[in-house]
């Protein structure tokens, strides 16, 4: 349970003509999300219970932290966020970016069967349509199909892979991607079949026999699809997958929207798989640490806020 001394300091670096943001840094960093849980239950005056069964950010306290922080003002509204309401405004936002179908992905991908059902849920309640409504609409390009496949995805999350199975589907999958020339594989309705329906550990085993028929690393295909090879990292190896995409965004460089990204990662995976990412980010990138790349590019509160969160354990 959130402390009530820590729950009513946190209120007041929520209201009044400021926010105290070394209060929000201390407080917010520690907790866990069972902590997260009860403060949004304690705070009606800022969360409402929605009748899908989670508590939301109230529209207009939402606005008026947005208009008093400026880049961490994103990082503290992630991190209180019911995670079903954070990813489903994650959704929305990428479809109106552009759209953003690599966070589409990225979220679709890297969440449990029951974290998709919720945010899904959220989406309902939030917007008053579905995801995959949306993204029927919206979206024009050729991954559309495989978009709304993946969202709707409710995968069995345990071990056991039927091996045959997976080799014949290697197969198919080898052969869709041998002919993107004639058919972008991600309109291939058994290629989606298999992407959205299989388990991951099936789809592991399906793409290393995959590799074995094709002779070469998959991934590293220059004429690859980049919507497949982004499905695939994000269900098999995430952890490499959000290693490279914080590596591409701590940058001195870096457009906005890459910058953004940093937020993004940390925030959804704080209480996930942060250490498993500082370890693959420190392996994949000649030894330097993911809170060295942080310090050398972020600033002031917004910087001690998301290393904070980078040093918990899971």
């Not at 970016?97 to 991908?109: F, L, N, S, V």
Request: proline fraction near 3%.
């Amino acid at each position: 349970m959130a402390h009530p001394k820590e729950i009513s300091a946190l209120n007041k670096a929520f209201t009044g003509l400021g926010v105290d943001e070394k209060t929000s840094i201390s407080i917010l960093t520690k907790w866990h999300p069972h902590q997260l849980h009860s403060y949004r239950k304690a705070t009606p005056d800022f969360f409402i219970e929605d009748e899908r069964q989670f508590e939301r950010w109230s529209d207009p306290r939402v606005l008026q932290l947005r208009q008093e922080f400026i880049r961490f003002k994103d990082a503290v509204v992630l991190r209180t966020m019911h995670p079903w309401e954070r990813d489903a405004r994650l959704f929305k936002e990428a479809l109106q970016m552009g759209p953003r179908i690599d966070i589409i992905i990225e979220t679709a991908c890297t969440r449990s069967s029951e974290d998709l059902l919720g945010a899904r849920r959220a989406y309902h309640s939030l917007f008053h349509r579905s995801i995959e409504e949306d993204i029927a609409s919206q979206i024009h390009t050729s991954e559309r199909k495989l978009l709304v496949a993946l969202v709707s995805a409710y995968r069995y999350e345990g071990p056991h892979v039927q091996e045959e199975r997976a080799k014949s589907e290697a197969e198919v999958l080898y052969n869709a991607i041998k002919a993107v020339a004639k058919k972008n594989p991600t309109e291939n309705e058994e290629v989606i079949m298999i992407l959205a329906t299989r388990s991951k550990s099936h789809i592991k085993a399906v793409y290393k026999y995959c590799e074995e028929i094709s002779g070469n690393h998959l991934q590293q295909d220059p004429d690859g699809d980049w919507a497949l090879k982004q499905t695939v990292q994000c269900l098999c190896t995430p952890h490499a997958y959000f290693s490279k995409i914080l590596d591409a965004s701590l940058r001195t460089d870096v457009d906005e929207a890459a910058r953004d990204s940093v937020t993004r990662v940390i925030l959804t995976r704080a209480d996930v798989d942060i250490k498993q990412i500082k370890e693959e980010f420190q392996h994949k990138f000649s030894g330097v640490s993911l809170s060295k790349r942080i310090e050398e590019v972020a600033n002031g509160n917004y910087r001690d806020f998301l290393l904070a969160l980078v040093s918990k354990e899971n």
